[in-house]
């Protein structure tokens, strides 16, 4: 409840009749709109996943990833879409070598984050993707994509294709050495007021792990 008051304190102060103060206004309404309805509700069932093609490549001195990270989107986070709120998926990958005497050590880190919005002026949906958290990343690299429906362009945020993980120059041959993948919905990224009831939900925590153990006698 303190980001509410914290809201409208500043329209307060900048009651000036300028729009900028009104449109202030009305984004901090839409916001508590759309987080009060998930305070004291229970929480939901976990949403299950499935990695169809979790599939560890070699080519030449390179470490890829290729796999599908197949989920229905709960009707909670459709909903707040189409009330304008845009969703961040964080995709991270590490690579870890076994350390008996400390802990793991990471030889390798990679992430990529997708902004999945819906545009009501088009009735399309835009995913963006960056190497950075987009308010770190600000107006640096991005690439977006539009689609015509939400299916489309949630299955571009779940497929990886040939993601270069690591050089295998890198890696140690007596080394034991081990995947951590990790896919989820950044609620940090989320506006402060639906932080409060998201993150009570397990509908907004969304979070995949999955664990591999590197085999560099195969390809996997």
């Not at 770190?136 to 489309?152: K, M, P």
């Not at 919905?185 to 993150?199: E, F, K, S, W, Y």
Request: aromatic fraction near 12%; charge should be positive.
């Amino acid at each position: 409840m303190a980001s509410f008051t914290h809201c409208w304190k500043k329209i307060k102060l900048s009651e000036s009749g300028t729009g900028r103060s009104l449109q202030f206004a009305r984004r901090c309404l839409l916001w508590a709109l759309l987080a009060l309805p998930m305070l004291g509700l229970p929480a939901q069932a976990q949403t299950n996943v499935d990695w169809q093609d979790f599939k560890l490549e070699r080519t030449e001195n390179v470490l890829f990833l290729s796999t599908n990270v197949v989920f229905d989107l709960p009707k909670v986070l459709e909903d707040a879409m189409y009330k304008g709120v845009s969703l961040f998926f964080v995709t991270q990958a590490d690579v870890m070598r076994d350390r008996w005497y400390f802990y793991d050590k990471t030889i390798s880190r990679v992430e990529r984050n997708s902004r999945l919005s819906y545009m009501p002026l088009t009735r399309r949906w835009r995913v963006s993707t960056s190497p950075e958290a987009f308010a770190v990343s600000g107006s640096g690299v991005t690439i977006g994509q539009t689609f015509e429906t939400l299916d489309e362009a949630l299955s571009t945020i779940q497929h990886i294709s040939q993601w270069r993980l690591a050089n295998l120059s890198d890696l140690e041959g007596d080394g034991k050495y081990y995947l951590e993948f990790k896919f989820r919905l950044d609620l940090a990224q989320l506006p402060r007021p639906l932080q409060i009831g998201a993150a009570s939900q397990n509908d907004w925590n969304l979070s995949f792990n999955k664990s591999v153990r590197l085999n560099f006698d195969a390809t996997h």
